[in-house]
Every structure is written in structure tokens, then in C-alpha cells.
């Protein structure tokens, strides 16, 4: 039978498998408010039943648990963190307040973070700055999983990219998105269940269309979103998230969701902009008139809505965890 956690029990079960998969109380915190976060949005594939990869990684050091990032300013609109290995997550909270203040001094800040792991759901960080009344991008790398357009072998990772604005009265817009039509994790999801793929999730090792997604994982790539143009956003978002970082390509990153290899050595690049800085000091106030025109046609939702919803009902009624990944979490504690 499910059991039903609330979402201050899922922080504090991520928090304890994370510390008992060999993470620090520093490296743990973040990640285990993220995790919250995405059962709260009802994003499981990288919520709890994620968390074991990220437990699995910290035992096996393809994570390093018990780092300290180093945070420097290097001019007044420019930040880096050394992940050192660990998370990005704790990375980005170390340099996350010098961040939005340089933001709000300069107008925009970026906030490059390098040898660095996963980031899990990309859009937690623009979430936190807008929420801090910043627009915000992230963009990050991953291991290899798609082709560039043409080719048929994986170059680049899924390469997701994260945009957040700040609305009056109402949680952040938030939109995430990866570079492939879908998130890798779905099609593991999928293999696990022995379930077949849609045709325009991934490819063979021909670049051809397939619907196995053993085939994907094991010899095939993922496919780009919108053809070349899906190819050319992962391109934009490994010079961002790998170049400016100077982390690894994610040609020469080590998997993220096997053991094989050591640390991915990864990166992230964050964006943060000031509206008030700019030419609509009613930035506010104008996009609701375009969000309203917007959802005045019918069959039309904003990004991120259903998430919302999803968090209402979380912390009200809390969220109902299948046993197997129950039992495969404590195991770590």
C-alpha cells in the first residue's frame, strides 16, 4: 500500500537517505528541499524515485558528499562557484544571496557554476529568483544523449533550460524545458515498465525512429524537440552551461544515470535580471494583461500551472510514495 508523507516528511526522508548515502548536512539540505519541491509539483521522475540515483552516486563518489563549494565574485556583475564535485544545488545556495544582490546593484548578474553534478528539476532555480522578484534563466549540461541534427551519435546531453518571472500576487511563471523531446528519465521510466516509447522520443543507432526504449539507452540517441532546432538549443545551452563554466562538454562527461565513470563534472549558468533596472517599471501589471489574452482562448494554459495545483493539494493532503520506492530510500538510512 502507498503511504501518504506530508512534504515536510519527504524533505526530512530525503535529508536522512542523503546523509546516509555519505552527504554532509551542508550538501544534503539543498538537494532534500529540492526533491520536496518536485513531489510538491508532482515531477516524481526526478523527486523521490530519483533520489536513490543521487544516493547510489554519493556511495560510489560520482557525487562528492562531503565538499565545501568556492564561491567567487570575479567582476560586479559575475559569480563562480566550484562545485568541487558535489552538488549544484548547495553550489548555487552558497553564491545564491551575493548573486541576487549583484542583480539588483547591476540590473543582471550571471552566476556560473562548474564541476558540478545533475541539477534534477532545472526549474527549481529560476523558481527561487523569481520568487526573489528577479527574472531568471538556467541553463545546464548533461551526459551525452542526443546527436547534433545529422548525426547518430550522442554529443550532447538532454540540455534543459529554465526561465522564471515573478507575478504579482501569484507563484513565479516558470518553464522548463529540455533540449530533447523528452527528459531521459521518462524513457528509463518507460524501458523499467516495459512499455514502448513514442516514435519521436528517441532514435536507433541508424537515426532512425524507434519505439524500444532499450534501444534508445543502449545504442540509439534521444531525439531533438522540433528537429534541428531542439539540436541547436542544446548547442546554445552547452556553450552557456559547459563554456562559460569551463566544465566538461557533455561529450566527455561520465553518465548520470549509471555507475560507470567518475564524476560527470558538469555545468550550470544562471541568469538573473532586475525588471525594475529596465524600461517597464509596470512589468507586473503588463503581463498580466498578456497571460489574460493569452488564457482568453480556449484550450490554453500558462507553463507551470498544473504544477501549481499540484502544490496546493501536496500541502494540504500530502503526497502517496509506492512502497518499492519507500523500502529502496530507507535502505540508505
Not at 560586479?76 to 549583484?102: I, N, R, W
Not at 527561487?128 to 547518430?152: C, E
Amino acid at each position: 500500500m502507498p503511504e501518504t508523507l506530508s512534504l515536510s516528511d519527504v524533505r526530512q526522508l530525503s535529508f536522512d537517505a542523503l546523509r546516509g548515502a555519505g552527504a554532509s548536512d551542508m550538501q544534503a539540505g539543498p538537494v532534500a528541499d529540492s526533491i520536496m519541491d518536485a513531489e510538491a509539483e508532482g515531477i516524481r521522475n526526478v523527486g523521490l524515485a530519483f533520489l536513490p540515483f543521487y544516493c547510489r552516486h554519493l556511495v560510489i563518489g560520482k557525487v562528492k558528499g562531503d565538499v565545501v563549494p568556492d564561491v567567487r565574485r570575479t567582476a560586479p556583475g559575475s559569480l563562480v562557484a566550484d562545485a568541487k564535485l558535489g552538488f549544484c544545488h548547495t553550489a548555487y545556495v552558497a553564491g545564491e544571496e551575493q548573486f541576487h544582490d549583484m542583480a539588483r546593484t547591476n540590473g543582471i548578474a550571471g552566476f556560473a557554476l562548474t564541476n558540478s553534478y545533475t541539477s534534477g528539476v532545472i526549474g527549481w532555480f529560476p523558481d527561487r529568483m523569481a520568487k526573489a522578484g528577479l527574472i531568471g534563466f538556467t541553463f545546464t549540461n548533461a551526459s551525452p544523449a542526443m546527436a547534433p541534427f545529422g548525426g547518430s551519435k550522442a554529443l550532447f546531453g538532454t540540455n534543459p533550460l529554465a526561465f522564471g518571472v515573478p507575478r504579482k500576487g501569484k507563484p513565479p511563471l516558470v518553464i522548463d524545458q529540455s533540449s530533447t523531446a523528452t527528459a531521459m528519465v521518462n524513457v528509463i521510466k518507460k524501458m523499467e515498465a516495459g512499455e514502448p516509447i513514442p516514435d519521436h522520443w528517441g532514435l536507433d543507432g541508424n537515426g532512425k525512429p524507434t519505439t524500444d526504449p532499450a534501444i534508445v539507452l543502449s545504442e540509439g540517441t534521444m531525439a531533438p524537440s522540433g528537429g534541428y532546432k531542439g539540436a541547436a538549443l542544446a548547442l546554445i545551452v552547452e556553450i552557456m552551461a559547459g563554456g562559460l563554466g569551463g566544465a566538461n562538454w557533455s561529450f566527455e562527461a561520465s553518465s548520470l544515470v549509471t555507475d560507470d565513470g567518475g564524476p560527470p563534472t558538469i555545468g550550470q549558468f544562471m541568469l538573473a535580471i532586475d525588471p525594475a533596472k529596465f524600461a517597464n517599471p509596470h512589468l507586473a501589471d503588463r503581463l498580466e494583461v498578456l497571460f489574460e489574452a493569452m488564457l482568453a482562448q480556449e484550450g490554453v494554459r500558462l507553463p507551470g500551472d498544473r504544477r501549481h495545483g499540484f502544490r496546493v493539494t501536496a500541502e494540504k493532503f500530502g503526497v502517496e510514495v509506492p512502497d518499492d520506492i519507500l523500502e529502496t530510500i530507507r535502505a540508505y538510512i
